[in-house]
């Protein structure tokens, strides 16, 4: 089946530093794809890159079979791919309702066509009842939904989760797991999660790839991820030590 995305040999760098280096991989319709690595593997610049926000220093990418790797993040937006960020951006002020219009604006320019989607997608993320609350007063765990939901607004065929469930409690992070499948079973939506805490990442995905350093060492299955040496060595051995 042909990728929905695929990234080939994408580098960056900030000063001396490579933050992604020859990055190439490939995402199918359908799957739920995980990536991980150390703290500073460069998965979020890999985000950032691919959504436009950040363009690569060399390499290619293409999402749905067209290149967007110099486009604007608002088209890339238009083409289908919607992220969330690591640090939430929840515009403060605003209530959650009109956040998520924010989202639905993506769409349509008709202001009761983007409430009348933000409303569901406030139903479909369990934040109806905080519709009229800033979005400032609201839980870690609520603001990350809501970063979920003004996502979902703009009607990604992609979505990419940066550490959409990370700082969240136990019951909190079961929630947002059933969410996220909930996002690739009912609306159909290719995810790729970038997350810390193995035990979501590892259930919840189909493939999983390791970043260290800017470099993919490794891509499979998640129980052969788990078992490979050298994953151990640059990650999984020092979060084990960590607990
Ligand atoms: N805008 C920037 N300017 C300079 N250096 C940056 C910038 N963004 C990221 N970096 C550096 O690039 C490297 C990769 O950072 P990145 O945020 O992509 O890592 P990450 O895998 O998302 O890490 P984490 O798990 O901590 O979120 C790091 O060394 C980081 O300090
Ligand atoms: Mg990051």
Not at 24 to 50: D, M, Q, R
Not at 62 to 68: P, S, W
Not at 191 to 219: N, Q, T, W
Request: with cysteine; hydrophobic share 45%; glycine share 10%.
């Amino acid at each position: 089946m042909a990728a929905l995305l695929s990234v080939d040999a994408a580098s960056k760098r900030f000063g001396g530093l490579l933050a992604n280096r020859d990055v190439s991989l490939a995402i199918a319709p359908g799957e739920i794809v995980g990536l991980i690595g150390p703290n500073g593997a460069g998965k979020t610049t890999l985000f950032n890159c691919i959504t436009g926000y950040m363009h690569p220093d060399g390499g290619r990418i293409v999402f749905d079979g067209r290149e967007i790797t110099n486009t604007r993040p608002e088209s890339i937006c238009a083409l289908g791919v919607a992220r969330t960020w690591q640090v939430v951006r929840a515009f403060g002020r605003m209530t959650v309702l009109e956040n998520v219009v924010c989202g639905a604006l993506a769409r349509t320019s008709r202001i009761g066509q983007a409430r009348a989607r933000a409303g569901e997608l406030l139903e479909f993320t369990e934040l109806r009842d905080r519709g009229d609350a800033p979005a400032a007063t609201l839980t870690l765990a609520d603001k990350k939904r809501l970063e979920i939901a003004r996502a979902l607004a703009t009607r990604p065929r992609l979505l990419l989760l940066d550490e959409a469930m990370s700082g969240l409690t136990p019951l909190e992070t079961a929630a947002a797991v059933r969410l996220v499948r909930r996002i690739h079973q009912e609306l159909g939506v290719t995810i790729c999660v970038v997350e810390h805490v193995m035990e979501v990442v590892m259930p919840l995905s189909h493939r999983v790839i390791v970043l260290d350093y800017g470099v993919k060492i490794a891509e499979g299955a998640p129980q052969d991820v788990v078992r490979d040496a050298q994953v151990i060595r640059a990650y999984l051995g020092e979060r084990r030590a960590a607990r």
